[in-house]
């Protein structure tokens, strides 16, 4: 496979090369990975983040950390680089929310209001709605309640991996869940309501 960069025609790697490349420091590799999985990862960051600006910080940090961890990844096969990268992003989210100086983590009082049993719409319903529609959902969560969903659906933690995560109780885990599930059903039956 070929792609233009500039007037050159360069050669794509493959996941295997651009592994050993990116080990060397190799800077065309670099910017190949860049190139093919930024995009990706950049979602990432949103679906932790919820904030453009922030999640491009994160994303900028998290290829550094990268970059710099490739002597640690041990390639096991096509999808294990991308799989590695979106652990590695998502960790990054993570360690920036623990910092914060907001963290919403514990300020869930504010939200106090937000429902506790979520009124599920119907299945197919929520089908038809489109990905980046729910995406947009998830990243408007409040923080606190989008890392808990983000780690539960996402990254399948169980409340005991995400309490020990987070620093925070399996309770709290629990409860955040539930609200956030809460409020994206409100939000998805908000839109139905407009678009269907």
């Not at 294990?80 to 514990?106: C, F, H, I, T």
């Not at 991996?161 to 399996?170: R, V």
């Amino acid at each position: 496979m070929r792609f233009t960069s500039g007037h050159k025609e360069k050669e794509a790697y493959t996941e295997e090369e651009l592994v050993k490349l990116c080990r060397q420091g190799d800077n065309e590799a670099r910017k190949q990975l860049y190139e093919r999985y930024g995009g990706r990862l950049f979602a990432i960051c949103m679906r932790y983040v919820g904030n453009r600006d922030e999640a491009e910080d994160v994303l900028h940090d998290g290829f550094l950390k990268l970059f710099a961890s490739f002597d640690k990844f041990d390639w096991k096969g096509e999808g294990s680089l991308p799989a590695w990268m979106g652990r590695v992003m998502a960790n990054e989210a993570l360690q920036y929310l623990r910092n914060k100086k907001q963290n919403a983590l514990d300020q869930s009082v504010e939200f106090d209001d937000a429902p506790q049993v979520a009124d599920v719409p119907d299945v197919q319903e929520v089908s038809r709605i489109p990905h980046e529609v729910l995406m947009r959902f998830i990243e408007e969560l409040p923080d606190g309640y989008r890392t808990v969903f983000n780690l539960y659906v996402f990254e399948k933690k169980s409340h005991i991996e995400i309490a020990e995560i987070l620093g925070i109780k399996q309770k709290s885990s629990s409860s955040q869940l539930t609200r956030a599930k809460a409020l994206l059903m409100a939000k998805i039956k908000d839109w139905q309501k407009r678009e269907m």
